[in-house]
């Protein structure tokens, strides 16, 4: 159990690391999600080819699947933007808004009713985005990205959910990548256009980084990730990912000085995000004890 539950920190610590390579990379927030999906699909392809579990599946899933993955490659697109707009912290502390858009979202498309207590937890991460928002007006367009971001992400969660039921984790991950990148190589001449570049290829270093960032950050998390779920619950690992953005912020500051660009309504801003996390984290395990009993 111990190696399992080192797993699962490592994972997230591999996803605490994704927003890091948005500043390694050089490529603008586009071409670096697109060549993070075409790496990951290749990788992925090969690895499920050479253990013969490549999996056939029909027209109208494969279509389900991409496009599920597409709002994936969007969701990238506009978190790495927050990120090059403003800096790592500002774009994982955007990300904490996926409960509050999955607070209102899921019921929408599930036609059930909105939890209060879900929406009430949800609300105080907005007042922490609100405040740094209002005090700090430097990043205000990465956190209106980070945001759009967010909203993508709960999204994705739910749709992926209701689409991932019949069919293998691999699976899913192998065609929402190919959907994704596709979505955005079609996109990328009127992207280009708006957002021009000097190269559109990666140079040595951002090749390396992009290889790095779709073997480790994209398979091997989501491989840890189906490993850790044969032996801890799914509630325990959604919990622990909680910890995801102050992973991130800590990398961060490690890697990248980025303490000294934060002011102190940043830090209020995050006391409330981390005081939201420990309250649903707090009725989450709640609930689940009433269910057990």
């Known amino acids: 159990m111990r190696s399992t539950f080192l797993k699962l920190h490592l994972s997230i610590l591999l996803a605490g690391f994704t927003g890091l390579f948005g500043k390694l990379i050089a490529l603008n927030e586009g071409l670096l999600v697109c060549y993070r999906m075409l790496f990951a699909a290749l990788i992925l392809f090969l690895i499920l080819w050479i253990r013969g579990k490549l999996t056939r599946v029909s027209r109208k899933e494969l279509a389900k699947i991409a496009g599920t993955g597409c709002l994936l490659a969007l969701h990238w697109v506009f978190f790495y933007g927050s990120i090059k707009q403003a800096n790592i912290s500002i774009g994982v502390i955007c990300f904490s808004l996926v409960s509050f858009f999955t607070a209102w979202l ?134 622990s990912y909680n910890l995801e953005p102050v992973y991130s912020i800590i990398l961060a500051m490690l890697f990248f000085g980025e303490a000294k660009e934060l002011t102190f309504a940043f830090y209020v801003g995050l006391g409330l995000i981390i005081l939201s996390v420990l309250f649903q984290t707090f009725y989450s395990l709640r609930s689940q004890q009433s269910v057990r009993s």
Request: glycine share 6%.
């Open 106 to 239: 899921e019921p929408l498309i599930y036609r059930r009713r909105i939890s209060a207590m879900e929406l009430f937890f949800s609300l105080i991460t907005v007042c922490g985005i609100l405040l740094i928002f209002q005090l700090d007006t430097r990043y205000r367009t990465g956190i209106l990205l980070g945001i759009i971001s967010s909203a993508l992400a709960a999204l994705f969660t739910i749709v992926n959910k209701k689409v991932g039921v019949r069919h293998a984790s691999t699976t899913m991950l192998l065609y929402e990548m190919a959907g994704g990148c596709l979505l955005l190589v079609c996109l990328m001449p009127l992207y280009l256009h708006f957002f021009p570049v000097e190269s559109v290829f990666p140079d040595a270093t951002d090749f390396f980084w992009l290889l790095a960032l779709a073997f480790f950050c994209t398979i091997g998390l989501y491989l840890l990730q189906i490993e850790v779920l044969q032996t801890i619950s799914a509630f325990t690992v959604n919990l």
